[in-house]
């Protein structure tokens, strides 16, 4: 009976689509490894580009198994606020601008720089195989974030981190499943992502150096 209902769940599944909303969580605290036993001094300029705003992706599995639903993907606030905790982890002082402060701004408010930061990339993908009982659902997704760190005499840092990371589990009786999978494997890639660019931004020596500054 068990075999007669999975295969009647998956034929229904293979010619009824359905949207599976996928909204990942904010990530919470990430493990930065830093070469220091302190934050980066002063108070810094944090502008998030429009990029890290509204990013949706309109994921349909790459498998005929399932390929009749579709797996909306929005980040909604995940990628931006994950963004902000981690650079309050890696400085003492972080102020969320809208747009970059001029440099007389800079320094009427004492601040050391300013961080921009820009989605580079966000490839969510997802696979689904028939099993003897259930199927299953593969997912992998790769993002990439680049930061610009400015200071009142130029370009003190630039990098781009990514993260990429899969996952799998159940697709359910009818591929309900796959959402789960797909956004337990973007948010392994955003908190690969943010423990990279954490380590990168809080060992540079120009930050550093710039934080102390007098």
């Not at 904010?26 to 036993?37: F, K, L």
Request: a positive charge; charged letters at 20%; glycine letters at 8%.
């Amino acid at each position: 009976m068990k075999v007669k209902v999975a295969a009647v769940l998956t034929t229904v599944s293979l010619f009824s689509g359905c949207a599976y909303n996928v909204q990942p969580a904010p990530v919470p605290v990430v493990n930065v490894q830093a070469s220091y036993d302190t934050k980066i001094g002063g108070g810094w300029a944090l502008v998030l580009d429009d990029s890290l705003s509204n990013v949706s992706r309109q994921v349909k599995p790459a498998s005929f198994v399932c390929s009749a639903h579709s797996f909306p993907v929005v980040l909604g606030d995940a990628l931006p606020s994950s963004l902000r905790r981690m650079f309050e982890q890696v400085f003492e002082q972080v102020q969320t601008r809208a747009t970059p402060p001029s440099v007389d701004s800079l320094s009427r408010e004492a601040l050391k720089g300013t961080l921009l930061v820009r989605l580079e990339e966000f490839s969510p993908r997802i696979t689904c195989q028939t099993g003897f009982f259930s199927g299953t659902c593969s997912a992998s997704a790769d993002i990439a974030v680049s930061v610009n760190a400015r200071g009142p005499d130029g370009t003190l840092f630039a990098t781009t981190a990514s993260g990429s990371k899969v996952a799998d589990g159940s697709s359910g009786g009818a591929c309900e499943g796959g959402s789960q999978v797909l956004g337990d494997a973007i948010n392994r890639s955003m908190k690969d992502m943010l423990e990279r660019l954490g380590e990168r931004v809080s060992n540079a020596p120009r930050l550093r150096e710039a934080g102390n500054k007098k």
